[in-house]
């Protein structure tokens, strides 16, 4: 299947800093990529929707301002959390799909964020 | 609202017997369905998927079946091993355009396969 890349796989940064976690795609191009999170032992949320060349779209209850998107090229996208506080400390995970109408996505390997 | 339900937080199986894990959804707009694997501090590894106008697909050890009337699907694993100790998410992705790769989580099953 398709690679995705994600980095960096572990962060940890003090409450008030921003923190910028890349996603790349790295054999095919992704128009659309996905960024979800996942807390302890719970399902994995959908966040937003990142398009390539356009603004993201955002799932309810997501703060667009302090989650940042950035989907510059076809095969990057960055997720930029503002400000964090302890309770942004979670794990991030992308995703692509490869090529238009491809329901099967790909993600990447995660990113463990901790907000001290 | 939980539109995926994976209701057995766990399931333990010997090697080599079969392993069958289930997941229901609410959402009669969701058209495809996937199953994944993932590790701890890991992203979800696909497996096996299905199109609703199926209701099996096969690939190797693993089975997908979907009865659609009950909104059930179940990933069936034969013979089960040790390496596929996981969690397994059942995700459902609604119908095409800006939904294709937009996906819906179960709250994954933990599975445990025993030598």
């Known amino acids: 299947g398709a690679v995705v890349s994600q980095h960096p796989s572990r962060v940890i940064c003090k409450s008030g800093t921003s923190v910028k976690i890349e996603c790349r795609s790295l054999d095919f191009q992704a128009t659309t990529m996905f960024w979800y999170r996942q807390f302890p032992k719970q399902s994995l949320m959908l966040m937003a929707t990142s398009n390539e060349g356009s603004k993201a779209t955002y799932e309810q209850g997501v703060e667009k301002d302090k989650f940042l998107i950035n989907h510059a090229s076809l095969t990057l996208s960055t997720l930029t959390v503002a400000s964090a506080h302890p309770e942004d400390s979670s794990f991030y995970i992308c995703?692509?799909?490869?090529?238009?109408?491809?329901?099967?996505?790909?993600f990447g390997q995660g990113t463990r964020l901790t907000v001290v | 609202d939980q539109q995926v339900k994976q209701n057995s937080p766990s399931l333990s199986v010997q090697e080599g017997r079969i392993s069958i894990l289930n997941c229901d959804y609410t959402?009669?707009?969701?058209?495809?369905f996937l199953w994944y694997k993932k590790y701890p501090a890991e992203g979800p590894t696909f497996l096996i998927s299905i199109s609703s106008i199926k209701d099996k697909n096969e690939d190797g050890r693993f089975t997908v079946f979907l009865n659609k009337s009950a909104k059930h699907l179940s990933l069936h694993i034969v013979p089960s091993q040790p390496g596929d100790s996981a969690v397994y998410f059942c995700?459902?992705?609604?119908?095409?355009?800006?939904?294709?790769?937009?996906?819906?989580f179960g709250q994954g099953t933990i599975l445990t396969v025993h030598p």
């Open positions: 959402n009669s707009m969701f058209d495809y």
């Open positions: 995703s692509a799909t490869e090529g238009a109408g491809a329901y099967e996505a790909f």
């Open positions: 995700a459902a992705s609604a119908d095409g355009g800006t939904s294709y790769g937009k996906l819906t």
